[in-house]
């Protein structure tokens, strides 16, 4: 079993900051690609940002600039660093990662989800 948590959350200005810390723990015997979706009400998942365990990164096109996705693999920790928020940056955050577990199967794991709120 594999657990992902977040954290790092909150009621921001616009134009401010917030960092998202998610921890992957359990049977992991590797982590390939990790990332960031998101989910605003009534709206679909997207995906925000995605690092590979090469460090191979892509963002969505309203991010980019912006936000920064970065990986402590040692750590089995993404993180999310965003920059100049927006009112439209507002949702629920929920981390992912693709991982092998001790029992060498290869699934995708999620985490419950943290709110961002951007306040104009």
């Known amino acids: 079993q594999v657990q992902l948590v977040e954290s790092g959350g909150g009621l921001v200005q616009a134009g401010g900051s917030l960092r998202l810390s998610c921890a992957a723990s359990?049977?992991?015997?590797?982590?390939?690609?990790m990332g960031w979706y998101r989910q605003a009400p009534g709206k679909q998942r997207d995906l925000v940002a995605l690092?590979?365990?090469?460090?191979?990164?892509n963002y969505r096109d309203s991010v980019k600039g912006r936000f920064t996705i970065s990986r402590d693999n040692a750590k089995n920790t993404v993180y999310l660093q965003m920059n100049s928020l927006k009112p439209e940056d507002t949702a629920v955050y929920l981390c992912?990662?693709?991982?092998?577990?001790?029992?060498?199967?290869?699934?995708?794991?999620w985490g419950q989800g943290t709110q961002v709120t951007v306040s104009s």
């Open positions: 690092i590979s365990s090469s460090g191979n990164i």
């Open positions: 992912a990662a693709n991982v092998r577990t001790l029992m060498w199967t290869t699934n995708d794991y």
């Open positions: 359990g049977s992991i015997v590797n982590i390939n690609a």
